[in-house]
């Protein structure tokens, strides 16, 4: 046990911590302040933003140790806040709430959006609350109610912002997040063994899948680049010869929508039944990039009648769509792809309906509340692990 000394909500809590608990079960479970609340547990849905030293920041992914000595606000301490008044009645006003969960987390991002960026335009606010999720609303109501503070408040340039906490707000996010020295033992031991890392940035991820059909068939399928980018949700393809293929790849996470265009060349082996596909793109709207390979080769299962299709995925992302490469809950997301994909590519070779039409968007809010229900179902026993 550590002994940490902070403020919260402008009250000093000393205690004893395990190393190894994090800020939101500290202030959940040590200061019983439940309006912080946890959703995915991984960094990605915002739901346990709350301020360290005047700066917001994800609670779940702070280490509570790693913030002694600072100063921390939670959605509990702005009760007196007239920016978060305004907010609230704004939220309540513009419908910018269903069931709630996010709230607490979206409201401080809100907060911070209207303190830190008065210009701010819609595409501005999409992009600034793009590390906030929301399953209910659609974000509309969101972005209004926030966009309607930041208009009131451009209108009274005489009226003084007060500032939260007592840190300027540029202090980085980056600073709480867990060095990767960090890590967990069992995340560090993996990473150690890999036989070769994934370069500096990038995110990898194997993954396999079945087809049931012979290896000779799904080779010449995946030749079929039209009928390939078919199964695969949000690809439309624009151009292409047998080595290089150009198309859009549309992503929707949280309140963004992007559409990435660009490029793929294609190596194939026909003799090692291997291929690669290696690519670029980028999306002007949010100024997001992105780099890939996908590395593949066929494999017979049941005496040559069906084809594990064996896949090594690896890429990097920029920009505002960043916070989806950053943590272990992108592989489980693109696993999660992959396997829509099999699905539809099964179902395209027996002629058979998929479960659902590929869809012209890649919804990874979706994906991500499949993977939340997936975990939940092991957890309580229902699904064994695959
Ligand atoms: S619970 Fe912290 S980001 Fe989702
Ligand atoms: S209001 Fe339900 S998650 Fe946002």
């Not at 009250?11 to 959940?28: C, I, K, N, S, Y």
């Not at 780099?291 to 299962?301: A, F, M, N, S, T």
């Not at 049941?302 to 505002?320: F, H, K, M, P």
Request: one cysteine or more; glycine letters at 8%.
């Amino acid at each position: 046990m550590t002994p940490i000394s902070l403020t919260v909500n402008g009250r000093t809590v000393q205690a004893l911590v395990e190393p190894r608990m994090h800020l939101g079960d500290f202030l959940r479970e040590h200061c019983r302040l439940t309006g912080t609340h946890l959703g995915c547990e991984h960094g990605v849905c915002g739901a346990c933003t709350v301020l360290i030293a005047g700066a917001p920041a994800r609670s779940c992914i702070t280490y509570a140790v790693a913030c002694d000595g600072l100063a921390i606000r939670t959605i509990e301490g702005f009760d007196d806040d007239p920016s978060m008044a305004e907010l609230r009645e704004a939220f309540s006003r513009e419908h910018a709430l269903q069931c709630g969960f996010c709230t607490p987390g979206m409201l401080i991002a809100a907060r911070d959006i209207a303190e830190r960026v008065p210009d701010a335009d819609e595409r501005r606010i999409r992009v600034e609350l793009s590390g906030n999720l929301c399953r209910c609303t659609g974000y509309r109501g969101i972005v209004n109610a926030v966009r309607s503070v930041v208009e009131a408040r451009r209108q009274q340039p005489a009226v003084s912002m007060p500032k939260a906490g007592a840190a300027p707000a540029a202090a980085p996010l980056a600073t709480f997040v867990p060095k990767e020295s960090e890590a967990s033992p069992a995340a560090a031991a993996a990473s150690a063994t890999a036989a070769d890392e994934p370069r500096q940035g990038w995110t990898r991820f194997e993954e396999s899948f079945v087809i049931l059909q012979p290896p000779a068939t799904v080779w010449n399928a995946f030749e079929d680049i039209p009928a390939v980018t078919a199964c695969l949700p949000g690809a439309t393809l624009t151009e292409y010869d047998a080595h290089t293929v150009k198309g859009k790849m549309s992503v929707k996470l949280g309140p963004i929508s992007a559409s990435f265009a660009g490029s793929a060349g294609i190596e194939r082996d026909d003799a090692a039944l291997r291929g690669a596909i290696r690519g670029a793109g980028s999306d002007r709207g949010t100024g997001s990039r992105t780099k890939g390979e996908v590395i593949y080769r066929l494999q017979p299962e049941s005496d040559g009648r069906q084809t594990r299709v064996i896949l090594s995925v690896e890429y990097s992302l920029q920009g505002a769509l960043a916070q989806f490469s950053r943590s272990g809950i992108a592989q489980d997301l693109g696993r999660r792809l992959v396997a829509e994909f099999a699905a539809n590519l099964n179902a395209r070779l027996t002629g058979t309906s998929p479960d659902r039409q590929s869809s012209t968007q890649l919804n990874v809010g979706r994906l991500l509340r499949l993977w939340v229900r997936d975990r939940l179902r092991r957890l309580i026993g229902l699904d064994q692990p695959k």
